[in-house]
């Protein structure tokens, strides 16, 4: 079982950063992808970024390219994900989830254990 516990959410400016750290605990297992879903009221839950520890690769969707940071802390057992420029549409809950093996994408069908979610608000 993988237990996922997100942390860093709050309330911030238009133009403003947040560090979001999601703690990744228990059997993720060796080879695994931990990803970035948001979620605002009355919309799908979306993807947002992916890192696949192992390699370091990463991915992100457009809208947040060149915005968002999304790393990993082995020291923490965390993956982080900085959020720069923040906007009024970036405003969502925040969850963090894992899927076994490699990062293929930001479908949520393939994420296993998610976290409890935290929520970010942006004022314009």
């Known amino acids: 079982q993988v237990r996922l516990a997100e942390s860093g959410g709050g309330s911030v400016e238009a133009g403003g950063s947040l560090t979001l750290s999601c703690a990744v605990s228990?059997?993720?297992?060796?080879?695994?992808?931990v990803g970035w879903f948001r979620q605002a009221p009355g919309k799908e839950r979306e993807g947002v970024a992916n890192?696949?520890?192992?390699?370091?690769?990463?991915s992100y969707i457009d809208s947040v390219k060149g915005r968002f940071t999304i790393s990993e802390d082995r020291g923490k057992g965390s993956v982080n994900l900085q959020m720069n420029n923040l906007q009024p549409e970036d405003a969502a809950t925040y969850y963090c989830?894992?899927?076994?093996?490699?990062?293929?994408?930001?479908?949520?069908?393939?994420?296993?254990?998610w976290g409890q979610g935290t929520r970010v608000t942006v004022s314009s």
């Open positions: 989830a894992h899927k076994p093996g490699w990062c293929r994408g930001l479908d949520r069908s393939e994420y296993d254990y």
């Open positions: 228990g059997y993720p297992g060796i080879s695994y992808c």
């Open positions: 890192i696949y520890p192992d390699h370091g690769t990463t």
